[in-house]
């Protein structure tokens, strides 16, 4: 699947270098334009496909995905997703990230409400395109039909017809509104700890594996934090969806189980970050050695 | 098992470097050849694996392989048949693929049928193969025995003994035909989309992670498209088994579960290629800065 | 997810780069204390997840987890903690780790208690955390109300309410003393002998790939000597969480299935290590050629 | 788990360097030696982990290992034990891959027989290691136990109380004669393959992650061609291990489930790996271009 020695010393007709013409006259010159389209893109991608690997749990009754593929679907379509924009906006994909990185000087204050903004978008549109893929399926998804018989005509966001959870996500009915805060800010806190550990050059990550490091960081913490609010870590992942899921479900997806929930994965994975990142910032980050003082270590010792 | 240190200053017999001199004496010089015969042989074996990774999973009923296999099977038989065959013919093993770089300059129009008549030929041979394998172990496939059971005689394509899916693809009974479009449209675009991410150079991933990264491409898209058609996503791969399975099941493999259906898996991937490709060079592709203009950037603002 | 590409020639505000401002004020001078903290955070990090891992499984009753979740989550959890210490202090992470690099002469007489102080201290505190995280979640848990209900009072280890499992590790109750001390030499033998292949200098794998490769090897020695004892092979893993776990359940962690049970993950592993190390160097590090070795022999068959 | 920065300017007692202290004096000057050493250890790894992965399968009757497990655990206990081995004597550990490597002149006439014979020691001891542990754990294994209830005495090699699939392999009792014949070829063919489309240097794949695509290679093969014989592969992993059982379970594991069923995984895999073999080298490796031809081209193109 790569393009190297398909051409060669033939002279029969190709098309012209279209990519590299149109690139030439369509390049966005505006740095914050091309970044904001960027991360829309991403997040687009990550939620149309990560949307959709909840979808084949959920609507064959998991006879087809198991949590295993939970973990390793949205593992690795934050790996694609990542690798697909990185070289242009870095590939941030979550406000909280973003918000992150604007707390250590890394993103300025224009690019951050425009990075969260087209996040946003980008996750709308993706949470969408699955509805419509799995909507067309309509005999296994039944997700108009089900409500209805489910609750007589009002829109179903949970029980067994439930299909809400598709797209944001709903804590488990043990959780209570503090733990369920606690556990977002976990999550998302060990989160923004395995990527400041990818990113920080002094741990000499070669920058074409962090995205695969991103992907099984996000698996181990799916392995490990998934079943309680079903880990959104993301306030663009989960708000975003919920607005395009009230135009199917009703206003209940800002109500069930309880009101206000909705802000949980909104403002937890935002704390979370930040408490993060800086947790590896202070306790690990501010410690590794640099190279040149290793080699007086050394030189010390050798005289 | 690598040769290397193998070898050394004892002075034991040793056959001749054979596979070096055959080289010398049979290496096709007709690139267009050599590159034919290595999208038969690519096709051929990722479809051997992959038909034979759903054998495994149909004959015993489930008790052997489950659906991660398949997504895992599939991704990472991608990731061999490529890499088999990259430093050749570039190892496309897809007409939607294919077709695809025709469109962007990439492939020349001699080259294009050329690799599509190749890479249906590999499969044609690649699902014979999986028949021979798990026709031999009758017992458990009972592949003509069930027909016969199942339908007096009259081959079954699907039902409870139907084995025909081995082989081509069938829609689940609840699609429709156009969703079945939208579904193979949608899946295809998403793997041309990471094709055009993994291979575009200003990306920077090394060349030889790219095999593993198609692979990682495909088991995500498994994990969240699977369902609906089986995501064949690629035309080779579901028509040229389909002609085989055709002496086997007879005409109904052209027309279960309706008239037509077996089009979808060829026009839908070819469009979806198009559309998924290029949707990356619009969107993405034509606006990663270039090195120099980073560094004209970055020099702009120091002054 | 990585910050490149977001700065540029703009000149909006930005917050100054804190990291970097605090590095220079609050960097350890002392090696033996940021090896000491980068410790204790290592193991920190790998027991929170671990041990979480393990609540996924076992609190909702094999649902939501199966067991190749835990082999792949430990896994890949210890290819994340130790990336996040690496170039700190070497991630060690493990008491029987630095036991066999002391025998090597790879660690110092102070570093060795010192590094297996923190390790302790970390583990500690990470299963503390996972009990906050999932006692928080009690109504799934039922941690404290289950061991009432189970044993009339007095808190349950075992049996079929029994959650003490989550911290430290019981041996299945076929296993004999003697069986559970070869369990644990022979389990964490075969980590240490692939910890030793992996950073042999001779056998030329890039330091990038280590924690990956320390995370496949844990995964496959949980595949095939994971059941007996639930591979502790650590004894900071075990003894530190039983600790904690002795506040929560009493006495009975230290007791049951038998006393001095809790004795064995912290002899076998350290055992193993030594022998399993030690096995390496003997039968293969030390006989690994050398680059000019390999040289002269060529050299020689040359003449 | 790297031992770097674990040294620096301190001054505390530090062990000396033994391991290269050790190694000055015990390094193996033979290369033979050091070969078949390296083999037969190599190999008793794979054994020992590979056969503890089916025990794990097995005996707790596959509530703990599902096959995705075996696929996994076998592929990576490939990736461990060839890393640890590769520099010294290349990690054959198969004597199918010794006989092709042979055919191809890259082992001479006298390191043949001794890499097969220290491959059959090396898996015989393996197989036991897994015997030791696991007969220690009689109470799940009830080896001998269940054996004498199942047949009054005669131990079983087979039917519900059989155990000694553990260590060798059987067939379906679909099988006839002729398709385990046919499965082992094709299995093994298609690892042959594999593996010299990994080492091939015109394949350029960075050295140090062939153990990492030889394993995937397992796994995939193992997804796809696994059900019928148990993928043996690889004769010293299936005949050592016998002989070794004969001493537990009597003469049967010569005669189940036919006489000279044995033989099949030792003389297919290797026809298998010399048709593979072959089939790659005929078909592909033959013609994969040199750099220079292609320089060649490009610049017969620019005139």
Chains 1, 2, 3, 4 share one sequence.
Request: hydrophobic share 45%; net charge neutral.
């Amino acid at each position: 699947m790569s393009a190297s020695n398909t051409t060669g010393n033939n002279e029969w007709f190709k098309l012209p270098n279209l990519p590299e013409l149109i690139r030439s006259v369509i390049q966005i010159k505006s740095k914050l334009l091309r970044n904001a389209l960027a991360e829309a893109v991403g997040t687009f991608i990550l939620l149309f496909i990560g949307t959709s690997i909840i979808a084949q749990l959920h609507l064959p009754h998991g006879t087809i995905n198991t949590w295993v593929q939970i973990n390793v679907g949205w593992g690795f379509a934050i790996t694609i997703s990542v690798t697909s924009v990185s070289h242009i906006s870095g590939g941030h994909l979550n406000p909280a990230i973003s918000v992150l990185f604007f707390s250590m000087g890394m993103l300025d204050i224009i690019s951050l409400p425009i990075y969260i903004i087209a996040q946003h978008i980008g996750a709308f549109f993706g949470a969408a395109a699955t509805y419509v893929i799995y909507r067309a399926t309509k005999n296994i998804a039944k997700i108009v039909d089900a409500i209805n018989n489910y609750d007589g005509g009002i829109r179903a966001v949970s029980g067994p017809n439930g299909t809400a959870g598709i797209f944001a996500t709903y804590p488990q009915p043990y959780m209570s509104p503090l733990s369920t805060y606690l556990d977002q800010i976990v999550g998302t806190g060990l989160l923004a700890f395995c990527v400041l550990v990818i990113i920080d050059q002094r741990n000499k990550i070669p920058s074409a594996a962090h995205p695969l490091l991103f992907g099984i960081s996000l698996l181990v913490i799916g392995c490990g934090f998934g079943v309680n609010c079903g880990y959104p870590l993301n306030p663009a992942r989960d708000f975003a969806p919920r607005i395009f899921s009230y135009f199917i479900y009703g206003k209940e997806v800002f109500t069930h189980p309880w009101r206000y929930w909705f802000l949980v994965p909104i403002i937890a994975p935002t704390l979370g970050a930040l408490i993060g990142g800086w947790f590896y910032i202070l306790l690990l980050g501010s410690h590794i050695p640099d190279q040149e003082s290793l080699q007086e270590e050394s030189q010390t010792k050798e005289r």
